[in-house]
């Protein structure tokens, strides 16, 4: 007669199937790191839109304070939700580095 001790193993795991990561920025379900964090896919999509001309988003609310970043409220507001992001310590450098640096090196081989 076989012991009865992996039972109760399946139910168990269930419950953190629904859960998974969640976007650091908005809440979002995450579906993996992007620039450096723990994001969702539109926060990853914004972040990459956004991060060379941050500078030049207006938080609406006059940036006295930051507004609220949720699943509802990310949309409204790109300076604050660009600022959560940078908070989080996103960044864009390594894979666009990378980019500038392939080019160079192209660039130096062709015309040489
Ligand atoms: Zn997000
Ligand atoms: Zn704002």
Redesign the pocket.
Known sequence: MAKSSTRSKAAADTSSLNEGPI??????K?NGMHYRAL??????T?FRRNARNHLSLKCEMGGEKSCEMD?YT?RHCAACRMKKCLDMGMQIDSKYTITILTLMMWEARYLA
């Open positions: 976007c650091v920025v908005c809440g979002d995450a994001t969702c896919e539109g926060c990853k914004f699943l990310r």
